[in-house]
């Protein structure tokens, strides 16, 4: 498999709205862009591939002001990130939410924020687990900083659930590191939306991560 590199787009100025298509125009070869969710028709229409930033555990039915699955699915969506550090669920929620998202045909990347969750997280098989340290989520320090951290994660996750690794990550070197740590790929926000040439940045951390454009 490819590694993965997923630019989240936050709730970021420079990324929302039409600010959102612009960059998400730059830069959706080299990645996956998960945007906002009211965003997700517009740069579905552009970019190769869409995640969404967050789902509720529900399908459809009385639910006003909830955010489905089918409805994001719907309009373009291929996934969703659920229980990032800074929109987090209980554990039952992160199961439903997995469980609807699957039905839903939508790919799903788990976040944790210690390895003591990797385990619980795992029995519900989603795509992905992205493991971020909080305190490093937009320091400029990056997550690979804490190696044994990252391979006890890939360790408790034994090779069935593939681990993606977040946060202060803004060098191709630190990408390297992570995918030579054993990483399936990359979570990042601040490193490429604030950068002042996204495309460059991405596309270094594309050939760092060892795919070939
Ligand atoms: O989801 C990605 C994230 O939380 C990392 O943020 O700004 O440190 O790349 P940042």
Known sequence: MEPVIIVNFKAYREATARDAE????????????????ADIYRVSRIARKVYAQH?????????????????????????????????????????????????????????????ELVK????????????????????????TTRPDTIK??????????????GA???????VRKAIALGCSGIVVASGVVKASNPAAVISSFRQASGCVQ
Not at 56 to 85: M, Q, R, W
Not at 129 to 141: D, M
Not at 152 to 165: D, F, M, Q, S, Y
Not at 168 to 174: L, N, Q, S, V
Request: aromatic fraction near 6%; proline fraction near 5%.
């Open 55 to 115: 789902i509720d555990p529900v399908g459809y039915g009385a639910f006003t002001g909830h955010d489905t699955a089918y409805c994001l699915k719907e309009n373009g969506a291929s996934g969703v990130i659920i229980n990032h550090s800074e929109d987090q669920m209980p554990m039952d929620s992160i199961k439903k939410a997995v469980e609807i998202a699957r039905e839903a045909g939508l790919e799903t990347v788990v976040c944790i924020r210690t390895p």
């Open 152 to 165: 006890k994660v890939i360790e408790l996750a034994g090779g069935k659930t593939p681990v993606l690794c």
């Open 168 to 174: 202060g990550i803004t060098k191709a070197d630190d």
């Open 22 to 37: 612009a960059l998400a125009k730059m830069i959706e070869k080299y990645c996956i862009v998960a945007v906002q969710n």
């Open 120 to 143: 619980k997280v795992s029995n519900f098989k989603p795509d992905f687990i992205a493991y971020e340290s909080p305190e490093l989520i937009g320091s400029g320090i990056s997550v």
